[in-house]
């Protein structure tokens, strides 16, 4: 690709929102980082990658953690920030790739050929999938979703000045139980390769 291209993809928790990344990724033939960032960071520095991955975009423990003149001993701060030095480093060498999450559109915000999204639904689009994907009863479905949409939006606001869902940080949000996964998808791509084509 001639020019240097990174979308970002934040997702409330059932919407789909992988499955946009990994089209978008498909599509434009670039990387898609998401957990995968885990094996990087673990492969240089040495580490477990099942002990790391505990931490993964989890908000700080507030109980088990310490700050003391600006220092943290927080496992996922320092997750968070290896994270986001990974994209930073990424992006500086003028890699393209979609990345899912890890308050992307905030850390990479200034950088060329960005473009962020953000995928929603409604609950009972969201809980509908999310019990034939994961097995679930409807109030355990219900329940996971509360469950890991708190823990995004906590992660993410806890290192972010932006809001997680909020519509002025993010070029497009759309919501994907209107369409469908790939009706999102379609119209996610035209909006991308919109945007391209203007850059």
């Given at each position: 690709m001639d020019k240097q291209i990174i979308i970002t993809v934040g997702?409330?928790?059932?919407?789909?929102?992988?499955?946009?990344?990994?089209?978008?990724?498909?599509?434009?033939?670039?990387?898609l980082y998401d957990k995968n960032i885990?094996?990087?960071i673990c492969a240089k520095k040495g580490t477990p990658h099942e002990f790391l991955a505990?931490?993964?975009?989890?908000?700080?423990?507030?109980?088990?953690?310490?700050?003391?003149?600006?220092?943290?001993?927080?496992?996922?701060?320092?997750?968070?920030?290896?994270?986001?030095e990974f994209l930073r480093n990424k992006a500086a060498q003028g890699e393209s790739f979609v990345v899912l999450g890890r308050c992307s559109e905030e850390i990479l915000k200034g950088t060329p050929g960005l473009i962020n999204l953000f995928i929603l639904a409604d609950p009972e689009w969201k809980?509908?999938?999310?019990?034939?994907?994961?097995?679930?009863?409807?109030?355990?479905?219900?329940?996971?979703?509360?469950?890991?949409?708190?823990?995004?939006?906590?992660?993410?606001?806890?290192?972010?000045?932006?809001?997680?869902g909020d519509s002025r940080t993010y070029d497009l949000c759309i919501n994907s139980s209107r369409l469908g996964v790939e009706g999102t998808v379609k119209e996610v791509l035209h909006y991308v390769h919109t945007r391209i084509d203007a850059l």
């Open positions: 997702r409330e928790f059932g919407s789909g929102g992988i499955f946009v990344a990994e089209a978008i990724a498909k599509d434009l033939n670039i990387p885990l094996e990087e505990s931490y993964n975009e989890k908000p700080r423990n507030r109980i088990l953690s310490r700050t003391v003149r600006g220092e943290t001993n927080s496992p996922e701060f320092h997750l968070a920030q290896m994270q986001f809980q509908k999938r999310v019990m034939e994907n994961f097995n679930l009863s409807a109030d355990d479905a219900l329940a996971k979703m509360k469950k890991m949409d708190k823990q995004r939006k906590h992660y993410h606001n806890s290192h972010s000045q932006n809001k997680w």
